[in-house]
């Protein structure tokens, strides 16, 4: 994971509850509400990392309600991803409340990314494994580790921002004019 | 005269409490308005069984008629047993119990104190329970803590726990308690987890979510449609909703876990296969006497 302290904040899920374990579509919605006003409260963020440090159990309705609808509604414009897993053991309901929802959500295990939820199409899933990989790139980059045309690789790498897979930032090329560095959400 | 329904002097479970209803007419329907239901000595009253008698006990209760429990043990065995389960506590005020209704409940004071069991606990439409499936689970946990997998398992328990008792709350739409119990037999290596509600049948609110669906599950019969439920996922919500049943089911059949869903006259038991609940292995009861709501109980094998 890269550093963005200007763009990246953290939020304790737990703190957002009144117990350690998470269940039903009405708590997930209340403690979805909560997230909300934190995440608007925290203008100019582009990345909410959510840590799980301290939530034992969770079921699939208010993974969903709670933190895959909150992906969803930022989806290509802020991102949310989670962080403090303690194994894989635990992800198995997170990744059915992003697959059921159709909403890509960033898990990190290990200072590595995983991607749960729907998997990306056959023509994006090479771009999206590389970027899992790089952490970040800019679509003259990929173009260029991947063998693809600017123009393929500009599509290909915007189609997974609005998906929900990426998040980009804006920033001046050496020539002078805008241009988008696309990133794992972390 | 009451419509009496004797239960066998040995285990009953869901499938011997059926055998019982079905000897006789309907209690639910028949005009006749008083119920009697037998305990002979020796009787021993499985937790999947008793959730759909406690139920019924409700139901029978809320059209007027009058419900007696007569166990011809006296206070030792079952009587004693459902004390401390807390299903006599639960019943309504006007049933009547022979010998007689404890003056003091075993539950009341032992309640929470056993690690192999949860007591009947009422799912309350006006009051969600919100610790609810945290504490079915932690007794769980508790019983199989050495496992290497207690984690696991815990938290498969969970999130089977919890999904169906959200369920109630969110889909039920009656005013009747449901009910949640979880019982371990080590004898059998098994544990029982069962949640009950009065209201909404499943099948009514599956039904009710074709219009949003494919067609080709409106051609699909009842039992066809809880295995899809169950195996891939439905719901009247739309927005990604309905996964629960699906997920119950794929952590369920990790632990080779038979399931029974008791619908209004029918049954579908599900065996796990080795890609899930499948149609196949899929076993349905139809005409069984009447029964509001939906009833769900999950068998997890523990092994040894």
Known sequence: ?????????????????????????????????????????????????????????????????????????YRGSEGVCLVDLPNADHLENWEAAATRRRQPLTAWIDGKPRMLGPPPSRGNKA??????????????????????????????????????????????????????TYFVIG | MAIEVRFRPSWIDAYWFE????????????????????????????????????????QLDRVGKSVT?????????????LDRMGFLEQLPTAVAVIPERPRISAVAQYRG????????????????????PSRLADVLLRSVGEREDATALS??????????????????QTHLAGYAV?????????????????????????????????????????????????????SRCGGGRGGGLKICADHAVRYRSELRVRLYTSQVHLKPSTDGYSPNMAYTTDNLPPLWGTHISFDFELGG
């Open chain 1, 1 to 73: 994971m890269y550093s963005m302290n200007r763009i990246v904040t953290q939020l304790r899920l737990r703190d957002f509850m009144d117990s350690d374990d998470g269940w039903g579509n009405a708590y997930g919605r209340e403690v979805h509400q909560a997230l909300l006003e934190a995440v608007e409260a925290s203008s100019g963020k582009l990345v909410f990392r959510i840590s799980v440090a301290g939530v034992r159990r969770v079921d699939v309705s208010f993974a969903r309600e709670a933190i895959v609808e909150l992906a969803a509604r």
């Open chain 1, 127 to 180: 771009v999206l494994e590389h970027m899992l990989n790089r952490g970040e790139a800019t679509a003259a980059r990929l173009s260029r580790e991947l063998n693809l045309t600017l123009t393929n690789a500009s599509t290909k790498l915007k189609q997974l921002l609005e998906q929900g897979y990426l998040l980009r930032r804006e920033e001046i090329s050496p020539s002078g004019g805008v241009e988008y």
């Open chain 2, 19 to 58: 055998r019982a209803l079905s000897a006789t007419v309907s209690v639910l329907r028949h005009p006749d308005m008083q119920a009697r239901f037998v305990f002979p000595e020796g009787s021993k009253l499985m937790v999947d069984a008793g959730i759909r008698l406690l139920s019924l006990v409700h």
């Open chain 2, 69 to 81: 429990l007569e166990f011809e043990g006296g206070r030792d065995g079952t009587f004693g047993y």
């Open chain 2, 113 to 132: 104190r056993n690690p192999t069991l949860v007591e009947f606990e009422p799912i309350l439409p006006e009051a969600r329970d919100r610790h609810l």
């Open chain 2, 155 to 172: 938290t498969a328990a969970f999130t089977v726990l919890s999904e169906m008792i959200d369920n109630v709350y969110e889909h039920s």
């Open chain 2, 182 to 234: 979880q019982q371990l037999y080590h004898g059998g290596g098994r544990a029982k987890l069962a949640v009950s509600d009065s209201g909404l049948g499943l099948l009514d609110t599956l039904k009710e979510s074709l219009n949003v669906l494919p067609p080709r599950l409106a051609e699909l019969s009842d039992t066809e449609l809880v295995v899809e439920a169950f195996r891939n996922g439905l």
